[in-house]
């Protein structure tokens, strides 16, 4: 079954540093999305993007963050300087379509230590 | 505001028991419903979902969640548990023109042998 790969699994970063994660989306799926789960908290939407553009982001998503598709596979969430309340899981998820039937597959998750 | 809310941080159940685990939602309009799955140290693997129609509606793994309007609940249930089933399980909800995923505080699902 197709998956939604990130790298790297567990990222460690000095505080003030630039982070880049990186996600493989499902091949054949039009629109992206990042989450994160600071620990011991739920779930939270960060941004939707689809046709190269922000369809949706929430109020975390400043300007210190940003999404980027590179290429025809790639799909990356930078952190220009880093917080020490940045330290989270970060989910990358896609979805075939972007309607609200439309079930969003996740990826393992990218650990981040902000030190 | 939209929310989500999972009453039970553990439930815990013997196999070959039936499982329920609780949901409740609020949102402006038609709610789309979502249950996930996740286990250690993986991401959040989707079971089922509930757009419209039947109220009771049949994911993967024999899961399944019934969705009552009026009481704004979509419980997932399984007639029979097996250890493997042990995991942490999150509902999830979407508003119409919204891409976001509201999701709840998570279950944590302990299945007996």
């Known amino acids: 079954e197709p998956e939604v790969t990130q790298t790297p699994s567990h990222q460690v970063t000095q505080m003030g540093q630039e982070v880049i994660l990186r996600c493989v989306p499902i091949?054949?799926?039009?629109?992206f999305y990042w989450y994160r789960q600071i620990l011991g908290q739920k779930v939270e939407f960060l941004v939707s993007?689809?046709?190269?553009?922000?369809?949706?982001k929430s109020e975390i998503f400043d300007d210190q963050f940003s999404v980027e598709r590179p290429d025809g596979s790639n799909f990356t969430l930078k952190i220009r300087s880093t917080k020490l309340e940045d330290s989270a899981m970060y989910f990358c998820?896609?979805?075939?379509?972007?309607?609200?039937?439309?079930?969003?597959?996740f990826g393992d998750g990218t650990r981040l230590s902000i030190l | 505001a939209q929310s989500v809310a999972q009453p039970e941080d553990q439930v815990n159940v013997a196999e070959g028991n039936p499982l329920t685990v609780k949901c409740t939602y609020s949102?402006?309009?038609?709610?789309?419903l979502f249950w996930y799955v996740q286990y250690p140290n993986r991401g959040l693997q989707f079971l089922l979902k509930y757009i419209t129609g039947d109220n009771l509606v049949k994911g993967s793994y024999g899961f399944e969640a019934e969705f009552n309007k009026s009481q704004t609940s979509f419980h997932l249930k399984k007639p029979s548990a097996l250890v493997s089933d042990s995991a942490l399980y999150f509902c999830a909800v979407r508003r119409g023109g919204s891409y976001k995923l509201i999701f709840g505080s998570g279950t944590r699902l302990l299945v007996r042998p």
């Open positions: 998820a896609s979805s075939e379509e972007g309607g609200q039937g439309q079930p969003q597959h």
């Open positions: 949102v402006s309009g038609n709610p789309y």
């Open positions: 091949s054949n799926h039009l629109y």
């Open positions: 993007f689809y046709n190269n553009e922000i369809s949706e």
